[in-house]
């Protein structure tokens, strides 16, 4: 009986002691051995399920990250009603999307105000708490005007996104330690556009006007490429007078070059001809003023007196009534009157007045006005002394132009530039082979470019890799599995058993040490062999076990035999 216990006591522990030995006896197991091919070929189909799964479904694009969960809400509802399958990863705390409807759910949530932006501007003062310090305050109020510069400045037309950093110093009461305040600008441009010097100046001075004390000396302003816009110091007068030369110059041009192109696109096309405009522009600023006299002037006053014999009624002088006392009349002047006719006699000037008997003698002084014109002539600049035009034309893939056709366009292009000979303007038109080829306008991007090569790639790998585990794993095992049915039918059964008696019997008998023992197979020949009744059952075990349609097959006869 101990011996008994002592020999069980030592089994226990050494059947559980190798976990590997006790697998391998499983899986020697014949139930298990005959069902190993099938349960491996569902894995396999299982695996490339998964596989197929997990390369079809689209690349995720991170829509937006670090929103309000009412944000959030409000952005899954809207791209659930726009069938648009979103994902909310927790672990990023971020949305994302298929990266092939990525463009069309941010224009959607664009649309619709989505997500809302965090209160800005002067609402931030509103969430101020009760007993913030003094700093804590200026530092509110710097970034409300941050924003409201940014939102102001976010309405230029060429502007997408802007941001403001000011640096406003602590007021002091010294005069040496009185700073002035400065501003930092960032914009972002959209696709395609530039700010022109007349916008990034008038960006300044909105920052500098906006804030107390601020020039606009001190206001900078860089785009997103990290170009800086404002000229460092500023331009002197005479930078300033040249850029607006060149900028006059470049508009004088850039009139030609469009109506060039309105002219001969229709005739010849987009992209055959190629034109340059040169304009020599008098940007000379010239002023004249001229002053002109009438000769025949105006009285305007006179002054002075006149002297001039006594009349006939003065009052007479003497002793009454003596003759003697009575003064003669005036003598009178009798000009001889000449016949007429005669030669040397003076002729009476028409309407000069007869001299005046009583005056004897004047002085006056008379004052004259002279009739002035005042001219001021001004020319603006911008006129054009010269210009010079060079058009080259494609020459068609078939035959050459002709002469009369280049000439044809020549004189149309002198037409459309208003030709002058006397400002010794210049037209040049060649016909020339380019040496590329026509630009397609209408062309779309190439075929490595659209959207819907990643998705066809995905599917097609997915569906590659499914057939290769197909055919190379499911396919070997499915083959294997029904040549072992057949191996077990019942007309091979006994060739199968004799073969496996005679060649892998002892082989799978012997085994190694410290392996499973594996049972050989049993034929009919070993069980009319058989002397004890123990034996005679194990042989018909085995006879069974490995033979179980041949076991069946004799408990059916048997059943038919007793009735």
């Known amino acids: 009986m101990s011996t008994a216990l002592t020999t069980t006591g030592g089994a226990i522990p050494e059947r559980f002691a190798n976990p590997l030995q006790q697998i391998r006896g499983v ?86 105000g989505l997500p809302k932006a965090a209160p800005g501007g002067y609402a931030i003062l509103d969430q101020l708490p009760m007993g913030v310090s003094r700093a804590v305050e200026g530092e509110r109020l710097r970034q409300a005007r941050e924003s409201e510069l ?48 007349a916008q990034v100046q008038s960006i300044i001075n909105l920052v500098a006007s906006s804030v107390p004390g601020m020039k606009p000396d001190a206001v900078t302003i860089v785009d997103q490429a990290g170009a800086l816009l404002t000229k460092p110091g500023g331009r002197d007068a005479a930078g300033a007078a040249s850029d607006e030369r060149l900028d006059v110059q470049n508009r004088v041009e850039e009139k030609y070059r469009q109506q060039l192109q309105q002219l001969l696109t229709p005739l010849l096309g987009a992209g055959n001809f190629s034109a340059e405009v040169q304009a020599d522009v008098n940007l000379d600023e010239t002023q004249a003023t001229r002053e002109s006299y009438d000769k025949q002037g105006s009285l305007r006053a006179e002054q002075g007196n006149w002297t001039g014999n006594q009349g006939g009624g003065t009052t007479p002088g003497g002793i009454p009534g003596a003759l003697s006392n009575t003064p003669p009349p005036a003598s009178m002047l009798q000009v001889p009157t000449p016949a007429v006719g005669a030669s040397g ?88 082979k380019f040496a590329g080829a026509a630009p397609d306008a ?53 060739t199968t058993a004799n073969a496996a008696l005679n060649g892998e019997g002892a ?38 076990r490995d033979n179980p349609a041949r076991a069946a097959l004799a408990v059916r006869d048997m059943i038919k035999a007793e009735k």
């Open 507 to 544: 082989a799978l008998a012997g085994g190694e040490p410290g392996m499973p023992q594996v049972a050989a197979p049993v034929s009919l020949d070993q069980l009319e062999q058989s002397r004890g009744y123990d034996e005679r059952i194990g042989a018909v075990r085995g006879f069974t």
């Open 27 to 112: 899986m020697a197991q014949p139930a298990v051995r005959r069902s190993a091919p099938m349960a491996l070929m569902v894995g396999l189909v299982a695996a490339a399920g998964l596989a197929y799964a997990t390369l079809s479904t689209p690349t995720q694009k991170t829509l937006f990250t670090g929103m309000a969960d009412a944000d959030k809400a409000a952005v899954m509802q809207s791209l659930e009603q726009a069938n648009i399958a979103g994902h909310v990863d927790d672990a990023t705390d971020s949305i994302t999307v298929d990266e092939d409807q990525y463009s069309r759910a941010r224009m959607l949530l664009a649309s619709q």
């Open 345 to 432: 006699s003076p002729q009476p000037v028409a309407g000069a007045a007869p001299p005046d008997p009583q005056k004897q003698s004047d002085a006056y002084q008379r004052a004259y006005d002279l009739g002035r014109e005042v001219s001021v002539t001004r020319a603006a600049p911008g006129s054009v002394k010269r210009l010079s035009v060079a058009v080259v034309l494609r020459e068609p893939d078939k035959g050459r132009r002709t002469a009369m056709e280049v000439n044809q366009i020549t004189d149309l292009v002198k037409s459309a530039v208003g030709f002058d000979a006397n400002r010794q303007d210049q037209v040049t038109v060649i016909s020339r």
């Open 442 to 494: 209408e062309a779309g991007p190439a075929w490595y470019d659209n959207s819907w090569l990643p998705v066809l790639a995905r599917n097609a790998t997915a569906i590659v890799i499914a057939l290769l585990v197909l055919l190379l794993g499911v396919r070997p095992l499915a083959k294997a599995l029904m040549k072992k049915r057949e191996e077990a039918s019942p007309g091979e059964l006994g």
């Open 150 to 197: 940014s939102r102001s400045i976010q309405e230029i037309d060429a502007v997408a996104e802007a941001r403001v950093h000011l640096a406003t110093p602590e007021a002091s009461v010294f005069v040496r330690d009185k700073a002035e305040p400065s501003a930092s600008v960032i914009v972002k441009l959209n696709a395609g556009r530039s700010l022109s010097d």
